[in-house]
């Protein structure tokens, strides 16, 4: 008992003393500053978050963002419930004793270099009267401009207690308004952009779809400072969750119209029990402040994923054949192996099976069954798999796979034999949204199950090179047989399951491609993009549409990790068109070769080849939005490569008016000194190029000055430029 007195009391003095102590902590990138401070009640707040100031001095003259201690202003780095925080907290909890409240107070903090360009600081906070402990980390990425924050939580009461806010970030700043640009939409009409102000109150974006949790809005978000978000000027901050599950945004303008805006997982419905000893570690909240408009924080922001984030960042890409348009559910194998020597022929790098090829007693001839058994449909592939991995193999191209490993029809084996994987709840009527239901994955039965999938297919053909996973089904019926008691848990420990049998598949497979797909954009995260080379933006393949589609995407992702396909959507839109649009992005066909006229399966070739031999700088170049699809009828954007040799200018004329006033579109990112060289590529057999500008030398000061006639007032018309440094 003597000894206890003695813990607690050393207690009391550490944090007495740390009480009087004020320490200031600078997390910076080349840009930005996030400056926190300690107080006299020895409470971390936020004092400045910026442009990096030049001289560090210069930050003991900021006047703390908060009044006083007490009077529910305060700017506080991870406010509490329960105490005086007036507004949205950051963190709540439920102790052993039923109470609500926890003030957590400054213990220590440290600062590593992860490498020369990346710095990590951890900032412990402790409470006083309970054994909880919050530690805040922040990853700055110097050149990239990128600040990275997450939470660990973790306690050391008798019993499991519960958190029922555990943002990753709290960030606020004053200006004489915000203005928030939100991305929204629904399946095959994803990220529309749209801007609203944001005034006293608050505004929440959030989704509670658990599985396929971006479907009617994406995880990320821009917030203009002093005026709407622009693309080439003013303060932005541009934001994004790494979390492939429910999350939530809220942006609360209080009474004195500062901004908070607090970012995490959405605890509806997920009140986490969390026992002693165990550590809640929250995604990673990834931002980036510009004061320079929207095109530079989303350059800053391609150029760490890539560095960073994406998986094989800086590697290639395949270029593909996808069946599903061709054959639907009806395929066989010789009609594949017809399939893979048009693969061959359009000299794309692979043939994708889509969806159709598992399940034998209940056959995957339509969605409403089969789902859950993954062995070849004797009927439609007497051979298996290995047939078709050598089928292509002998054609010269690679071969990958669709799987939907996460899902289950109640029409299956599976579902007959583990009904308990299955999340539904055992005393009511069952919803199914395409026919399918959720596999448990906080199960580790079921983890299991969905890694086997992958490490069969892949141990039986290890040739195989690429898999398409899809996840079409929000979570319905939602209850876990597994968790019983902790129900609460289940939105969270459902990813983490996720998480666990990626994280096999990556350290077994480590140079495996995947793409992220969920019936289209329904899974858009940097945290499922650790383990996949890219996303499958939409099921719409209208090429109108995905020029505002890839437009809302290219805000925060490059261009390699979207993948864009041409299609016959849109009969109404040519061949080049629909091209010319895809090739913004890492390029796939998925349409019936044979339904092409001879001089369209002419073309589809040669532009292949054109892709491949200009597809680096779209891969690794900056990207520049010049003409917004949103303001008129015409839009444009451009690649540069990293030394400014070469660049790409993509032209799109939508639906213009007649006899419409164009005016040239201004390049950027180019060097004034440097001459350039225009060329129009991409052409349909026989086309000219355009003869106003074609091969002709500008220099970079007068293409970004004056720009090029590229518009005109051709409905659905495209142009392709490609600039080099002579």
């Known amino acids: 008992m003597r000894k206890k007195v003695l813990s607690i009391l050393f207690f009391l003095i550490v944090v007495a003393h740390t009480a009087v102590r004020s320490e200031t902590i600078q997390i910076t990138t080349n840009e930005t500053a996030l400056v926190l401070q300690t107080a006299s009640n020895g409470r971390l707040y936020q004092l400045y978050l910026g442009p990096r100031l030049r001289n560090v001095n210069d930050y003991t003259n900021l006047v703390p963002g908060m009044k006083s201690k007490t009077d529910g202003q305060a700017w506080e780095a991870y406010p509490v419930s329960g105490t005086e925080t007036f507004f949205e907290p950051a963190f709540g909890i439920r102790h052993n004793d039923g109470n609500l409240t926890t003030v957590l107070q400054y213990v220590s903090h440290n600062v590593k270099k992860i490498s020369d360009d990346v710095t990590e600081t951890e900032i412990v906070l402790k409470d006083q009267l309970y054994p909880v402990q919050v530690k805040l980390f922040y990853r700055a990425f110097a050149k990239d401009n990128v600040i990275e924050a997450w939470t660990e939580i973790s306690h050391k009461e008798k019993k499991p207690v519960n958190i029922n806010n555990y943002a990753s970030s709290m960030l606020y700043w004053k200006r004489s308004g915000y203005y928030l640009t939100e991305f929204s939409g629904d399946w095959a009409k994803e990220v529309n952009m749209s801007t609203v102000p944001l005034s006293f109150g608050k505004k929440m974006i959030d989704s509670k779809l658990g599985s396929r949790a971006d479907?009617?809005?994406?995880?990320?978000?821009?917030?203009?400072?002093?005026?709407?978000?622009?693309?080439?000027?003013?303060?932005?901050?541009?934001?994004?969750?790494?979390?492939?599950?429910?999350?939530?945004?809220?942006?609360?303008?209080?009474?004195?119209?500062?901004?908070?805006?607090?970012?995490?997982?959405?605890p509806y419905a997920s009140d986490y029990t969390l026992d002693p000893g165990k550590t809640f570690t929250t995604p990673s909240f990834i931002f980036t402040f510009s004061t320079r408009g929207t095109g530079k924080g989303s350059r800053d922001l391609h150029s760490w994923a890539r560095n960073y984030r994406l998986k094989d960042g800086h590697g290639d890409r395949l270029t593909l054949l996808n069946n599903w348009e061709s054959t639907g559910f009806d395929f066989n194998e010789t009609k594949l192996d017809s399939l893979m020597v048009e693969t061959k022929y359009l000299g794309v790098d692979m043939f994708l099976l889509d969806d159709g090829w598992f399940a034998n007693k209940f056959p995957r001839k339509d969605d409403t069954q089969g789902l859950g058994d993954w062995e070849p449909t004797k009927s439609k592939l007497p051979n298996g798999v290995p047939a078709l991995v050598k089928a292509a193999t002998r054609e010269g191209v690679k071969f990958g796979i669709w799987i939907e490993p996460e899902m289950v029809n109640p029409k299956s084996e599976l579902f007959e034999k583990h009904p308990d994987w299955v999340i539904m709840l055992p005393n009511r009527e069952r919803y199914y949204y395409r026919n399918q239901l959720v596999l448990d994955l906080s199960n580790p039965a079921v983890q299991e199950h969905v890694f086997n999938v992958v490490d069969h297919l892949m141990t039986e053909n290890p040739q195989l090179a690429y898999f398409k996973w899809d996840c079409n089904s929000p979570i319905t019926n939602i209850y876990s047989s597994w968790l019983k008691d902790r129900q609460n848990n289940l939105y969270v420990d459902y990813v983490r399951g996720l998480y666990k049998v990626l994280d096999r598949i990556k350290a077994k497979y480590p140079d495996l491609p995947m793409m992220l797909c969920s019936g289209g954009g329904g899974r858009t995260d940097y945290e499922g993009l650790r383990y996949f080379t890219e996303f499958w933006c939409s099921d719409n393949t209208d090429p109108v549409e995905r020029l505002f589609i890839q437009w809302g995407y290219s805000q925060f992702f490059p261009a390699k990790s979207m993948a864009a396909h041409v299609t016959s959507w849109n009969h109404a839109a040519s061949i080049k068109f629909r091209l010319d649009v895809a090739m913004q992005c890492k390029l796939g066909f998925d349409i019936n070769v044979k339904e092409l006229r001879p001089e369209e399966q002419e073309f589809c070739k040669s532009a292949v080849a054109t892709y491949n031999r200009v597809k680096n700088i779209i891969f690794e170049g900056d990207q520049y939005r010049l003409v917004s699809p949103y303001e008129g009828n015409h839009t444009s954007l451009m690649y540069v490569g990293g030394s400014k040799q070469q660049a790409l200018l993509f032209a799109y004329d939508i639906f213009p008016r007649f006899g419409e006033s164009l005016l040239p579109v201004k390049c950027q990112g180019l060097d004034p000194e440097k001459k350039y060289r225009v060329r129009e590529i991409n052409l349909m057999p026989g086309a000219s190029p355009a003869a106003a500008f074609n091969d002709k030398v500008y220099s970079g000061d007068y293409l970004m000055k004056v720009g090029l006639d590229v518009f005109s007032t051709n409905k659905m018309h495209s142009r392709i430029l490609e600039l080099t440094a002579e």
């Open 215 to 266: 479907l009617h809005v994406s995880p990320f978000f821009t917030v203009g400072l002093g005026e709407k978000p622009a693309e080439d000027h003013g303060e932005v901050l541009m934001g994004t969750l790494g979390w492939t599950g429910n999350f939530r945004f809220t942006f609360e303008v209080d009474n004195e119209n500062n901004l908070r805006v607090i970012s995490g997982i959405n």
